[in-house]
């Protein structure tokens, strides 16, 4: 099956340094991948769309200077936290869309102190 | 704009009992619905989808109806086994496929005791 994969899935940082989440779709290409974020008990939200070689969409509200998401390969597309604060910490997942259909990845669970 | 409520959990099950995890939805138009299921430490897998009304979708002993007279697509499952124990989601997208934008609910954690 199509498979997903995250790294890292677990990353604490300083607030005010910025992080790197990477992407990759391990068995297929993908020209569009999701990135979401996940509150504690609350659903994914959709932050940006992801597409290969050129400018991510994202999603109102989010701050596209914050959340750089760049898709430079058809099997990477990594999100980087810049100026991480405390409210930056969060769950992040990703998906890759293979045909037609949405593949998740595991998810990267972010802590900024 | 479109949203996804789902029945708060956590729900706590043993081995054999019937599942019900209640998801009802707000849209335009008519949507495609969908439940997903992330096991510990996995990423979400497509449990079961329907596309239109009255639709059953089914997987894994898993079922739900879309139901457009009450919004509603409930996940059921006869007899639930330790197994089972995740966190589903219920799911909606205005695509008939899953590969477009997902307008999730909150998530349900069920843990099947034996």
């Known amino acids: 099956g199509a498979v997903v994969s995250q790294h890292p899935s677990w990353v604490i940082c300083k607030s005010g340094t910025s992080v790197k989440i990477e992407c990759r779709s391990l068995d297929f290409q993908a020209t569009t991948m999701f990135w979401y974020r996940q509150f504690p008990k609350q659903s994914l939200m959709l932050m940006a769309t992801?597409?290969?070689?050129?400018?991510?969409?994202?999603e109102q509200g989010v701050e596209k200077d914050k959340f750089l998401i760049n898709h430079a390969s058809l099997t990477l597309s990594t999100l980087t936290v810049t100026s991480a604060h405390p409210e930056d910490s969060s769950f992040y997942i990703c998906?890759?869309?293979?045909?037609?259909?949405?593949?998740f990845g595991p998810g990267t669970r972010l802590t900024v102190t | 704009g479109d949203s996804v409520t789902q029945m708060e959990g956590p729900v706590t099950l043993s081995e054999e009992a019937f599942l019900t995890i209640n998801c009802t939805y707000t849209a335009t138009g008519y949507p495609s619905l969908f439940w997903y299921v992330q096991y510990p430490g996995e990423g979400l897998q497509l449990l079961l989808k329907a596309t239109k009304a009255d639709d059953k979708g089914s997987n894994k002993g898993f079922e739900a109806t879309y139901r457009k007279e009450t919004t509603s697509f409930h996940l059921e499952k006869g007899s639930v086994q330790v197994s089972d124990s995740a966190v589903y989601f219920c799911a909606l997208s205005d695509s008939t496929y899953s590969g477009s934008r997902l307008t999730f609910g909150e998530g349900t954690q069920l843990t099947v005791n034996p």
């Open positions: 992801s597409n290969e070689g050129s400018k991510a969409t994202y």
């Open positions: 998906s890759a869309i293979r045909q037609v259909e949405q593949y």
